[in-house]
């Protein structure tokens, strides 16, 4: 579990740890790292943690890592809205943390993976189509996408699934500042909906909620003409 402390990636942990399933969290908070293992431990999980910014050292986290038969990869940020598209440091950080270092660490460990496993990373519907609000951070999705459908096509052959997971808006921490809609699912939602994927052997692109994948073909069927004039 890589980004464990994330509201998303522990909504999933509970749902794992419930049927009894062992679990390593990976995240660069100690003291939140034990909080959230202390929770699953309560619900039956059997839980290690591991703190390390997910941001380096990927080599040493990989050989950690063994040959797990999950990898939830729950790494990103959103970034500060103030900052991310105007301030090229953070936009650096946003693209690092979102893309880079998920590369770097999935191409390390995809190859030591055994046949039948799973990696499941979290993109966002972000990534779809680029929007002034968040232009920095949907790149970064979209070159997670990207990477991921090339990850999928290359790892069919050795047995080792890629699921590309897409939430739309979120009710979490990273998402708080943002004034919620109907559009918002809980972040209890999304995790069943990451172990249904899993545990129903997909292999490929996931919106969840389900209907995301519709809202989504409708916005990248607007013509750009119309699309740029849009402001949300």
């Known amino acids: 579990m890589l980004g464990a402390t994330s509201a998303i990636a522990q909504a999933a942990s509970r749902v794992w740890a419930e049927r009894g399933d062992s679990l390593l969290l990976v995240g660069r908070d100690p003291s939140r790292l034990e909080a959230v293992a202390d929770d699953l431990r309560t619900r039956g999980g059997v839980v290690e943690v591991l703190a390390q910014d997910l941001n380096t050292d990927h080599a040493a986290l990989v050989a950690r890592l063994g040959a797990p038969d999950v990898v939830l990869l729950a790494q990103g940020i959103l970034g500060d809205a103030r900052q991310r598209d105007s ?28 046949v039948g496993s799973c990696i499941a990373a979290l993109s966002s519907v972000a990534g779809d189509r680029g929007r002034a609000k968040v232009g920095v951070y949907g790149a970064s999705k979209a070159g997670l996408d990207s990477l991921l459908s090339a990850l ?81």
């Open 152 to 232: 999928r096509q290359r790892m069919q052959a050795a047995g080792v699934r890629v699921l590309t997971l897409k939430p739309g808006f979120v009710d979490t921490p990273m998402t708080a500042a943002l004034p919620h809609t109907p559009l918002f699912a809980s972040a209890a939602e999304v995790g069943r909906g990451i172990v249904r994927a899993v545990d129903a052997r997909r292999d490929g692109v996931v919106y969840l909620p389900w209907w995301w994948r519709l809202v989504m073909l409708a916005i990248k069927a607007l013509p750009e003409r119309v699309f740029k004039r849009l402001t949300f």
């Open 87 to 114: 301030d090229p440091d953070t936009a650096e950080l946003v693209l690092r943390t979102n893309l880079v270092a998920p590369a770097r660490l999935l191409t390390l460990l995809a190859p030591r993976l055994p």
